[in-house]
């Protein structure tokens, strides 16, 4: 065991509670969700900032020392890669994403360039033991998932966001239904139940009013997959749901045909009977037309609007609406009727108009 001081905290260690002084030691699980500290081995001109434990952005570069966590991470865009059979200190292993995962680089994309390289220098101990000098290697998360978890959503109408792909629009369309249901006076809570851990998204929705967040990264989820996504949307369901919200709105990160889960979750008949509305995000409308072709037909369900790149201009919205026979509205240039088009789906309006009639 021995000392060191780093430069940065990456925010999937949020958890942790970690001071910039730690004890490390050498004996490295290899294992998802395990913390680490390593020193940044190469400088970059893109993709070269870490997420905080704070939500700032920090430019990382060569010589810096951060705490970051093992993961693996299986991309469309940016990195991929995995968590390596074993780790001792002096291996090299990469930055996978901003948030702070990191691993075995397998592949990337171009616009992303090299991923950062960390030498690995130790594991990050905590002390659990009170009056005790036992240290055990520190690990994401406020608390375990319980895979067999089960759904108590109380009746709480709840919206979900699902994209054709990632960086399909779903953040920003679930920031703006989240603004627009605040607006008209509703208490709305929201989570991330899918992805590679980034607190980014869950803080957007804060910032758009949401009461309170989740995400998958607090249950010590790394990187989420069709064997964990399903109990993990389950246990944020009904944790949100105990706090007697008046609606909870939840992003499921990646595609419907992605790696993270989100075709396990939909494939859920408790889960899909819990859904009150689902909103897509489509980057075209070709993309729209498979989504809702997915959703409609492999998952049983059909959605209440497509947002999204798609809905850009009146030609996209246009398309969706003659042609899929489901409304359609951009998020970013009508976020209020999009929002206000969601509660009307979702039976919110009375409740909304009580809530602003009591102000």
């Not at 990264?217 to 109990?231: E, I, Q």
């Not at 009977?273 to 070709?286: E, F, I, K, Q, Y």
Request: aromatic fraction near 4%; proline fraction near 4%; glycine fraction near 10%.
């Amino acid at each position: 065991m021995k000392s060191v001081v780093v430069d940065k905290i990456a925010s999937i260690t949020q958890a942790c509670a970690l001071a910039h002084e730690l004890r490390i030691n050498d004996e490295i699980p290899a294992e998802e969700g395990v913390v680490v500290v390593a020193e940044i081995l190469n400088n970059k001109s893109t993709y070269n900032t870490l997420e905080l434990t704070s939500g700032r952005m920090a430019k990382v570069a060569r010589g810096d020392v951060v705490v970051g966590a093992l993961g693996p991470r299986k991309a469309l865009f940016g990195y991929s890669g995995h968590v390596p059979e074993s780790l001792k200190p002096g291996d090299v292993i990469q930055m996978l994403n901003i948030g702070g995962v990191m691993g075995i680089c397998d592949s990337a994309t171009p616009d992303k360039g090299k991923p950062f390289d960390c030498r690995v220098l130790g594991v990050v101990l905590q002390f659990p033991y009170l009056g005790e000098r036992i240290g055990v290697p520190a690990r994401v998360g406020y608390r375990r998932l319980d895979l067999e978890a089960t759904l108590d959503a109380r009746g709480v109408p709840i919206v979900a966001l699902a994209g054709t792909c990632m960086e399909a629009g779903k953040t920003a369309a679930a920031a703006a239904i989240v603004s627009r249901m605040r607006h008209r006076g509703l208490v709305v809570d929201a989570f991330k139940a899918t992805g590679v851990s980034l607190r980014r998204d869950i803080m957007a929705f804060e910032d758009a009013g949401a009461r309170k967040s989740m995400i998958f990264t607090d249950l010590g989820v790394v990187t989420t997959s069709p064997r964990t996504g399903p109990a993990l949307t389950r246990t944020m369901l009904t944790d949100l749901a105990a706090g007697k919200p008046d609606v909870i709105v939840f992003e499921l990160g990646d595609g419907l045909l992605g790696t993270y889960g989100v075709d396990a979750i939909l494939d859920c008949e408790d889960i899909r009977r819990a859904l009150t509305g689902v909103v897509l995000s489509a980057n075209d409308p070709v993309a729209a037309w498979g989504g809702v072709k997915l959703l409609r037909e492999r998952f049983k369900v059909d959605p209440c609007m497509v947002t999204g790149p798609a809905t850009d201009n009146q030609v996209g919205v246009d398309i969706i609406r003659q042609q899929m026979n489901v409304a359609a509205c951009n998020a970013i240039s009508n976020p209020a009727v999009l929002g206000d088009a969601i509660i009307k789906a979702v039976g919110l309006e009375s409740r909304a108009a009580a809530a602003v009639a009591s102000e």
